[in-house]
């Protein structure tokens, strides 16, 4: 399974665009990018995923680099109630009895006023 | 729609008490999952199950049984409880099969359980 590296921990000032990096440089071809995440005392929430192109929804954007060794999450207006932890997972193969989504520490993201 | 509910929030047992976690969703999901999360852990898939009647085992699923009588509901089993199974258990539930590219889980709020 490929690894994923994030910061632990990054601020953001309200209003501004919140720009979330993470390196899986041992990604394989067929593994997506998935992003999730835990707001304080709840459950982990999905936001977006994709292969190789740059995917948005009205949540947040991904960019993916062309090698597909690292993909930034970027919520283009962050407010405080996008202060969590977010998970930057690479979704392995299925087999039977695996976690399809791995979470590592995340990035706790600080939206500040 | 409330998505997935967890009852209890907050649980506090003895070693060997048994207790039953359930599980409710309201989306019409075929799929749903059991984790438990650990600090420095992340999620740990304990049980799931791809339809009524039916269930698998996860990563973890050692001291744990479910069931899923109805397609709106998945329950997690203790029997005789261990402090090792102090943890925050999750569970979730999804449209598409666990094995499909696209898997968005919807989660609950979790339950606090500590066994003393």
């Known amino acids: 399974d490929a690894k994923t590296t994030q910061p632990p921990s990054m601020d953001c000032a309200e209003g501004r665009a919140a720009n979330l990096p993470c390196n899986h440089s041992t990604i394989s071809g067929n593994e997506y990018v998935y992003w999730y995440r835990q707001i304080h005392s709840q459950g982990p929430q999905y936001i977006i995923h994709?292969?190789?192109n740059n995917e948005t929804n009205e949540m947040a954007s991904l960019i993916i680099t062309e090698d597909r060794k690292s993909s930034t999450l970027i919520l283009p207006h962050a407010t405080l109630r996008d202060t969590a932890v977010y998970y930057c997972i690479v979704r392995p193969s299925w087999n039977s009895g695996n976690t399809p989504l791995v979470f590592g520490k995340g990035t706790r993201l600080s939206v500040i006023a | 729609n409330a998505g997935v509910t967890q009852t209890p929030k907050f649980r506090v047992l003895k070693t060997g008490q048994s207790m039953t976690l359930l599980c409710a969703q309201d989306?019409?999901?075929?799929?749903m999952y059991w984790y438990r999360q650990d600090p420095g852990m992340g999620l740990r898939l304990i049980h799931y199950?791809?339809?009524?009647?039916?269930?698998a085992k996860g990563e973890v699923p050692d001291g744990y049984n479910v069931s899923r009588l109805k397609k709106q509901n998945f329950l997690l089993g203790l029997e005789s409880a261990a402090p090792s199974q102090t943890s925050v258990y999750f569970c979730?539930?999804?449209?598409?099969?666990?094995?499909?590219?696209?898997?968005?889980?919807?989660f609950g709020p979790g339950t606090r359980l500590t066994v003393l």
């Open positions: 989306m019409n999901h075929e799929y």
């Open positions: 994709g292969l190789k």
């Open positions: 199950s791809v339809g009524e009647g039916t269930t």
């Open positions: 979730a539930s999804s449209y598409h099969p666990p094995e499909s590219s696209y898997n968005e889980q919807f």
